[in-house]
């Protein structure tokens, strides 16, 4: 069972949602960070990576499950 608690999210999975490829999800997630003023080692949370795409959370939620 997957826990639907989850509070990050990975560029692989960002990759399916968004349609775009694993690469240029690792682009964005580094422009999440910058933007966020995350360091590189930190990891990018649900609710920051739909906040920067404009995205419902709930949907994004929805998707991981």
Known sequence: ???KYRLCIYPK??????GRTEKHT????QSIRDCYGL????YI????????TGL????IR???L
């Open 26 to 29: 690792y682009k964005i997630f």
């Open 39 to 42: 360091k590189p080692n930190q």
């Open 45 to 52: 949370s649900i609710s920051i990576f739909a906040d920067y």
């Open 13 to 18: 999975e960002a990759a399916v949602i968004l």
């Open 1 to 3: 069972m997957k826990n």
């Open 56 to 59: 419902p959370e709930e949907e």
């Open 62 to 64: 929805k998707l991981l």
